[in-house]
T-cell receptor, first 115, second 112 residues
Framework: NAGVMQNPRHLVRRRGQEARLRCSPMKGHSHVYWYRQLPEEGLKFMVYLQKENIIDESGMPKERFSAEFPKEGPSILRIQQVVRGDSAAYFC?????????????FGPGTRLLVL | GQQVMQIPQYQHVQEGEDFTTYCNSSTTLSNIQWYKQRPGGHPVFLIQLVKSGEVKKQKRLTFQFGEAKKNSSLHITATQTTDVGTYFCAGHGSGNTGKLIFGQGTTLQVKP
């Protein structure tokens, strides 16, 4: 009964490179959320997706960041032309349904370090 | 926009002492969720409170939801070293998208 899976767990990129973070939700879950956690801070919502649809991207930076959740395969958070300020832990969470009563289960996160 | 605030930011206690973290929202919440994150780990769901004035217990942990549904607290009785970590409260944003607004967290250190 696998939980939320994320890979890679650690990612090192140089400034200007691209970072691709993957998230496979729990079995039976079709709702995926991405959060970013800067050192010593809480989690900040980035984007909420269902299969093939972006539902809420109000927390996504306007440039360089994109997310997708294709019909087949994991959800992907893509960061183009990374800068040092992108260094953070990126967590994916999934839920069975949406709504305020639903529990979100978090993956182990991807720790991104930009040199 | 909606904000969720937590105090204190850090708390150091001697093993066996009690610990409390407080959470306040700028808006009324439909429910509040609590998570624990160990150092280097990921947030792990602890509990959800829904009703005004609700109190729930999990062994040594007691969770309360305020009458106005704008504040909450987590109290740990007789802390143990296994309680070390950061405790986050989170409320849902406006709309029904499930987006969670997290507090900054309270990091608990327990000295043996």
């Amino acid at each position: 009964n696998a939980g939320v899976m994320q890979n890679p767990r650690h990612l090192v990129r140089r400034r200007g490179q691209e970072a691709r973070l993957r998230c496979s939700p729990m079995k039976g879950h079709s709702h995926v959320y991405w959060y970013r956690q800067l050192p010593e801070e809480g989690l900040k919502f980035m984007v909420y997706l269902q299969k093939e649809n972006i539902i809420d991207e109000s927390g996504m930076p306007k440039e360089r960041f994109s997310a997708e959740f294709p019909k087949e395969g994991p959800s992907i958070l893509r960061i183009q032309q990374v800068v040092r300020g992108d260094s953070a832990a990126y967590f994916c969470a999934s839920s069975r349904r949406t709504g305020r009563q639903e529990t979100q289960y978090f993956g182990p996160g991807t720790r991104l370090l930009v040199l | 926009g909606q904000q969720v605030m937590q105090i204190p930011q850090y708390q150091h206690v001697q093993e066996g002492e009690d610990f409390t973290t407080y959470c306040n929202s700028s808006t009324t919440l439909s429910n509040i969720q609590w998570y624990k994150q160990r150092p280097g780990g990921h947030p792990v769901f602890l509990i959800q409170l829904v009703k005004s004035g609700e109190v729930k217990k999990q062994k040594r942990l007691t969770f309360q939801f305020g009458e106005a549904k704008k504040n909450s607290s987590l109290h740990i009785t007789a802390t143990q070293t296994t309680d070390v970590g950061t405790y986050f409260c989170a409320g849902h944003g406006s709309g029904n998208t499930g987006k969670l607004i997290f507090g900054q967290g309270t990091t608990l250190q327990v000295k043996p």
